[in-house]
């Protein structure tokens, strides 16, 4: 009786401690596990995960605050095989997220606007938790805008920006060699 107390005791400490005993992935660790996947299993993509990657993107910065992005989550057998047959790009990845702006909702400056650039941050947000969540991406540029847009009746202030195919990945797929060409900071960056 005594040694179940204690391991109680033990257990509910354990549980209480803010120090989480599994080893966690640092940020870094991430990153370098992330490689563009150009050939996915047909298996579908739990509906929690797509929840945790969507939530992902929607807690990312845009300018102003406004969060112009609207993503269409394509993922009926109608809308990937329209996708398939728009770009080559799409791989046959059992989701394709079509990362769009709001082009009324965007911060506009001098004629540019920044619906790309949050986009972009929104993507890198949905892309590393994939990544987290054991899941293959790769972000896509591959296709005509005007094209997606109506093939999928967007309205007209839903501009496509890119899209991400996301899923697991095939059996055996290794990154391309591209993955593991980087140039050293040297050439990209200068201190002043
Ligand atoms: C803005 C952008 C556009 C891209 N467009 C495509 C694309 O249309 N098709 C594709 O297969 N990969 C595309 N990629 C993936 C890159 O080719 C890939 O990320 C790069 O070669 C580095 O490889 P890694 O992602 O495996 O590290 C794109 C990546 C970015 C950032």
Redesign the pocket.
């Known amino acids: 009786m005594k040694k179940l107390l204690c391991l109680a005791c033990m257990a509910a400490l354990l549980a209480s401690c803010s120090c989480d005993p599994t080893p966690q992935k640092s940020f870094l660790d991430l990153a370098r596990a992330?490689?563009?996947v150009?050939e996915y299993a047909q298996v579908p993509v739990e509906q929690a995960k797509i929840d945790s990657i969507l939530e992902a993107g929607r807690l990312a910065p845009t300018a102003k605050n406004v969060q112009p992005q609207h993503i269409y989550v394509l993922q009926s057998e109608e809308a990937i095989a329209k996708i398939n047959q728009l770009?080559r790009?799409a791989?046959h990845a059992p989701v394709v997220f079509l990362v769009c702006y709001d082009t009324d909702l965007v911060w506009t400056k001098d004629g540019a606007n920044s619906g790309d650039m949050d986009c972009?941050i929104v993507g890198t947000q949905m892309m590393l938790e994939a990544t987290e969540l054991g899941l293959g991406t790769?972000?896509?540029?591959?296709?005509e805008p005007a094209e997606v847009a109506a093939a999928f009746n967007l309205p007209a202030n839903h501009k496509p920006s890119?899209?991400m195919p996301c899923g697991y990945a095939a059996e055996g797929v290794q990154?391309?060699a591209?993955?593991f060409?980087r140039k050293p900071l040297s050439e990209t960056v200068t201190y002043k």
């Open positions: 992330r490689f563009a150009r770009t790009c791989y972009s790769c972000w896509v540029k591959w296709f890119f899209l990154p391309h591209n993955h060409s």
